[in-house]
């Protein structure tokens, strides 16, 4: 079994560290697509009883991320095409927002805090640490989305961050997309510089495509 830990948070219910907890887990692919999630032996690594591990289950298949398979049980989702297109899809709309909106709101002190990001996200890319790539990535586009001061859309995007962890894992493992990544970061940065929208839309619109040309291929290969 993958080697994670209950992430405790002291504000939180049990039930609720749980599911956090292993809905983490599938997202980072410490749980891999297809693989059992077994109550008792969940429990056992986590050191609860097996009642806030099964309710966790079952959040985590209201979420699409595990499927309950009849003589099987439960297992963690596989990652489709059709999954891959409603995320970017919704992504790509809500990306068009957050940088139409802070290309009329960012302030200098913001655009420093983009460029400290992207240079933290180049630095990533010299080791073999994948979740730091995506993390940094991550962190550049959160950059850009806490220019436009809405809390709503920040919110919004958080939450859909989430759902994208999986895809993004897995188009940081191709390093032939590094170098172009960094490109593409640097050109939506001087967008934003120049407050010019249609320039910083343009690179981020294939930069969601090229990702999504990108896992699609991978998918229909496995």
């Given amino acids: 079994m993958a080697d994670f ?3 405790m948070n002291e504000y939180l219910p049990l039930r609720d560290v749980v599911f956090q907890t292993l809905r983490q887990a599938i997202l980072r692919g410490e749980l891999k697509p297809g693989e059992r999630l077994m109550e008792i032996h969940l429990a056992q690594k986590l050191g609860v009883s097996r009642t806030p591990v099964r309710e966790a289950i079952r959040k985590l298949e209201l979420e699409g991320l595990v499927l309950m398979i009849p003589r099987k049980g439960a297992i963690v989702a596989e990652i489709t095409v059709q999954d891959l297109e409603d995320v970017l899809e919704v992504r790509m709309a809500l990306e068009e927002l957050a940088v139409k909106i802070a290309c009329k709101r960012i302030t200098e002190e913001q655009l ?3 460029k400290r990001r992207s240079a933290e996200f180049c630095k990533t890319l010299y080791g073999d640490d994948v979740a730091a790539c995506a993390q940094a ?3 550049f586009h959160d950059a850009i989305y806490e220019a436009t001061g809405n809390r709503r859309l920040v919110q919004i995007l958080n939450n859909l961050r989430e759902q994208m962890y999986r895809y993004r894992m897995e188009y940081l493992k191709d390093r032939q997309s ?10 939506i940065l001087k967008g ?8 910083a839309l343009r690179v981020t619109n294939s930069h969601i495509e090229r990702q999504r040309d990108y896992i699609i291929q991978q998918l229909q290969h496995k």
Avoid: Q
């Fill in 5 to 7: 830990e209950l992430e």
């Fill in 112 to 114: 420093e805090e983009i």
């Fill in 137 to 139: 990535d991550m962190a």
């Fill in 192 to 199: 934003l510089i120049e407050r010019d929208a249609d320039r």
């Fill in 178 to 187: 590094h170098s172009l990544l960094v490109k593409e970061h640097e050109e």
